[in-house]
């Protein structure tokens, strides 16, 4: 059974900085994954992912001061978050999708297993 569990989160000042952390277990973490957000009241967003190639990608949001890293021998996935920003406040989730084809890790609609996700919270 496939389970991921994030944490890392809590309330920081604007310019501060977080690292949030994804445990992965009963999951072969070897295809795409990916961070996504949710704000009150807004749909869910990819953040930043690993597609199955490896390749690293970011919402134009954060890029620039996000930066996403996978541990394969430990199953841990990370979301290093610098200059943060009160509009980055949000719930955040780590996702997994499993596939035989190449996957992005960063589309909502395609991903397999989500975690439960970690507050952030950025006041200003």
């Known amino acids: 059974q496939v389970q991921l569990v994030e944490s890392g989160g809590g309330s920081v000042q604007s310019g501060g900085s977080l690292r949030l952390s994804c445990a992965v277990s009963?999951?072969?973490?070897?295809?795409?994954m990916g961070w996504f957000r949710q704000a009150p009241g807004k749909e869910r967003e990819g953040v930043a992912a690993?597609?199955?190639?490896?390749?690293?990608s970011y919402s134009d949001s954060v890029k620039g001061r996000f930066t996403i890293s996978e541990d394969n021998a430990e199953n841990m996935l990370y979301l290093q978050m610098n200059s943060l920003k009160p509009e980055d406040t949000a719930m955040y989730y780590c996702?997994?999708?499993?596939?035989?084809?190449?996957?992005?890790?960063?589309?909502?609609?395609?991903?397999?297993?989500w975690g439960n996700g970690t507050l952030v919270t950025i006041s200003s």
């Open positions: 690993i597609d199955s190639d490896g390749n690293l």
């Open positions: 009963g999951y072969l973490f070897d295809n795409c």
């Open positions: 996702a997994a999708e499993v596939t035989d084809d190449y996957c992005s890790g960063s589309r909502v609609s395609t991903m397999d297993y």
